[in-house]
């Protein structure tokens, strides 16, 4: 049996509704992982490819050799945590799509992580996530 108009009117008013609704919760799709537009995000694309090896974000800069880490009840070692903070960073700096995060590091690094690095990054941004819903951000 097919739908009538007069259904499809009524599927169509009530999946405004949901998506209205979404978008008014805060869980609007986000376009730009984060970012108000394209150019935005290609920038900050070019900034984090640019300064994660070498350069201010490179995590053998972002931790110290004679340090004990630890977070959530977990160690990390000087290399684990210096992916854990890159991960916090980027966060920070605006990115707000961790799987697109995850897509970035193979280009930002210039090759695949080990699967240690990429749960630490992970943890990293979950982590910045958590501290700034905490502060309302």
């Not at 169509?12 to 730009?32: E, H, N």
């Not at 880490?69 to 707000?96: C, N, P, S, T």
Request: negative net charge.
């Amino acid at each position: 049996m097919m739908p009538t108009s007069k259904q499809n009117i009524s599927f169509l008013l009530s999946l405004l509704a949901l998506v209205s609704f979404s978008v008014g919760c805060g869980s609007a799709p986000m376009p730009y992982h984060g970012f108000a537009d394209n150019n935005a995000l290609d920038k900050a694309d070019g900034y984090v490819i640019a300064e994660s090896v070498g350069g201010k974000l490179d995590p053998k800069s972002l931790s110290q050799e004679d340090q004990r880490y630890a977070h959530d009840g977990i160690a990390y070692d000087r290399m684990e945590e210096g992916f854990y903070q890159w991960g916090g960073k980027v966060f920070e700096l605006g990115y707000r799509d961790e799987y697109y995060v995850r897509e970035l590091e193979p280009r930002a690094f210039k090759r695949d992580l080990l699967d240690i690095y990429d749960k630490a990054i992970q943890a990293g941004f979950e982590n910045a996530e958590d501290q700034a819903k905490k502060k309302g951000h």
